[in-house]
């Protein structure tokens, strides 16, 4: 794997296997653009998973997210808005609004965009280097509530319910 560049914020490129990963949840997470290679502008973060995979119901206190839909399909809920997303579709949250995602599809290929940077930092913080390019190996329990709580509100990030689209 060949990792961001170190140097101040310019010009520089990643090609399709290259950038920082890290299993994340149930998620291959690859780092195309963070804090330290934006200056703090923005994160562009690649995300693959398998059906079922998705996000804690939260709400980022600091940035906005945006989903670019590469392969598969995702259903997203942001503030009470149910989106069906399948490839080609983005999908825009504004800070302060709470959201969250599934995987419908057999798997799934996705940039998450945050503005501004910093919430690589919290994936990276909970996430463990990915030792290869594929989907993390199976769970051998739930997550660690308790440390993915705490590390999320440490970088501006609200947890407000389980994985899954509410019901409401």
């Given amino acids: 794997m060949v990792t961001e560049p170190d140097a101040p914020p310019g010009p520089y490129g990643l090609r399709p296997d290259e950038g920082d990963a890290y299993w ?9 653009a963070s804090t330290k290679t934006t200056g703090g502008g923005f994160a562009l973060v690649e995300q693959r998973a398998a059906k079922g995979a998705g ?3 939260h709400v980022h206190r600091r940035e906005a997210e945006s989903f670019y839909v ?4 995702l259903t997203i809920w942001a ?9 080609g579709s983005f999908v825009y949250g504004p800070a302060n609004v709470p959201h969250t995602f599934t995987v419908v599809s057999d798997e799934a290929r996705f940039l998450l965009l945050t503005q501004p940077a910093g919430f690589e ?9 990915a ?12 997550p660690d509530v308790e440390r993915l709580t705490a590390l999320a509100a440490a970088h501006g990030i609200e947890i407000l319910g389980p994985p899954g689209i509410p019901a409401d």
């Fill in 24 to 32: 994340f949840l149930d998620f291959l997470t690859t780092f195309k």
């Fill in 55 to 57: 996000s804690p119901l």
């Fill in 70 to 73: 590469l392969d598969g399909e």
């Fill in 79 to 87: 503030g009470g808005q149910l989106i069906q997303a399948p490839a």
């Fill in 121 to 129: 930092a919290f994936l990276e913080a909970f996430g463990q280097e």
């Fill in 131 to 142: 030792t290869s390019l594929s989907l993390p190996p199976p769970a051998t329990g739930p």
